[in-house]
C-alpha cells in the first residue's frame, strides 16, 4: 500500500514559479517510481512528468520540457514538481501517483495508487 499527498498548489500569475510536493507513505519509497499528471477541467488526466526509483532518470511531456522539473528526495519520502514560466493553459488539478509494477512511464492506466490532487491555476 501507498499514500500519497500534493500540496503546494494555488493561484499564480502567468509567468510566475510554483513547487508541488508529493509526500508518500507506506511501502519503501524507493522500491517505486512516480509520476505527475494533470487533469484540466472537463479534459482527460494527461500525463506530465515522471521519475525513476532513484531519481537518475525523469520524463516529461513535451508541452511542459524546459518550465518544469521532476525530483525526488528519497530521505524525504517526497517528490517535487517544480513549475516555472507558468501559462494559463497550466491550470488543472495535479496528481502525483505512484508505478510498484515499474515501467508505467506515461501511461496512466499502469499506476496503481494516486494522491487526491492540488489545484494550480494560473491567471493571465
Known amino acids: 500500500q501507498v499514500q500519497l499527498v500534493e500540496s503546494g498548489g494555488g493561484l499564480v500569475q502567468a509567468g510566475g514559479s510554483l513547487r508541488l510536493s508529493c509526500a508518500a507513505s507506506?511501502?519503501?519509497?524507493?522500491?517505486?517510481?512516480v509520476g505527475w499528471f494533470r487533469q484540466a477541467q472537463g479534459k482527460e488526466r494527461d500525463f506530465v512528468s515522471a521519475?525513476?526509483?532513484?531519481?537518475?532518470?525523469?520524463a516529461s511531456a513535451d508541452s511542459v520540457k524546459g518550465r518544469f522539473t521532476i525530483s525526488r528526495d528519497n530521505a524525504k519520502n517526497t517528490v517535487y514538481l517544480q513549475m516555472n514560466s507558468l501559462k494559463p493553459e497550466d491550470t488543472a488539478v495535479y496528481y502525483c501517483?505512484?508505478?510498484?509494477?515499474?515501467?508505467?512511464?506515461?501511461?496512466?492506466?499502469?499506476?496503481?495508487?494516486w494522491g487526491q490532487g492540488t489545484q494550480v491555476t494560473v491567471s493571465s
Open positions: 521519475v525513476s526509483r532513484s531519481g537518475g532518470v525523469t
Open positions: 501517483a505512484a508505478d510498484t509494477t515499474l515501467g508505467a512511464g506515461c501511461a496512466r492506466m499502469k499506476y496503481d495508487y
Open positions: 507506506g511501502r519503501t519509497f524507493s522500491s517505486y517510481a
